[in-house]
């Protein structure tokens, strides 16, 4: 359950972003997960695909770094780092 929480967490932050930027596509999503978030890159990578399915960020290219730091404030979390946008410059002020 922890995980299904990360995940919908992570994609509804990805798709404000999106929207704020007037994005068309994502391209790449940096993601670095915590020692005890109970994602590895390949649960991660799973579900990231399923979630994202019919979204902006489908297809999307991943990069995953990985923590082991336990004591880490965010060792129960996903972060976002980073995403790799087309954006719809028409619609940019």
């Known amino acids: ?3 299904a929480s990360l ?3 992570l994609i509804q932050t990805i798709e404000a972003i999106a929207q704020e930027q007037n994005a068309t596509k994502i ?4 993601v670095r997960l915590g020692a005890l978030s109970h994602f590895s890159p390949e649960h991660f990578t799973y579900h990231f695909v399923i979630a994202s399915r ?13 923590s082991d730091d336990l004591t880490d404030p965010i060792a129960q979390d996903v972060v976002l780092e980073s995403l790799d946008m087309e954006i719809n410059e028409a619609l940019q002020s």
Do not use: D, F
């Open 27 to 30: 391209l790449a999503v940096k």
């Open 54 to 66: 019919h979204t902006l960020m489908e297809g999307a290219r991943l990069e995953i770094e990985t």
């Open 1 to 3: 359950m922890h995980e």
């Open 7 to 9: 995940m919908s967490h």
